[in-house]
């Protein structure tokens, strides 16, 4: 049999169960989520000031 990568589904009962606290994930997901919203508008931003105005 194969081993598999998480243990349980969805994810973060994966981390529950490798004894995290609910709230240590919940916080540290949502850390995560932030920086790929920051990520999206910094990509954008540097787009922009590489190529300039459109105008």
């Known amino acids: 049999t194969r081993k598999r ?3 349980m589904a969805p994810i973060h009962h994966h981390f529950e169960l490798a004894g995290w ?3 240590t ?3 540290r997901f949502w850390i995560i989520a932030g ?3 920051a990520f ?3 990509v954008f931003y540097a787009e922009y000031l590489s190529t300039g105005p459109l105008l």
């Open 25 to 27: 994930v919940i916080v």
């Open 40 to 42: 999206g508008p910094g």
């Open 5 to 7: 990568v998480f243990n």
């Open 21 to 23: 606290v609910e709230n």
């Open 35 to 37: 920086l790929a919203v």
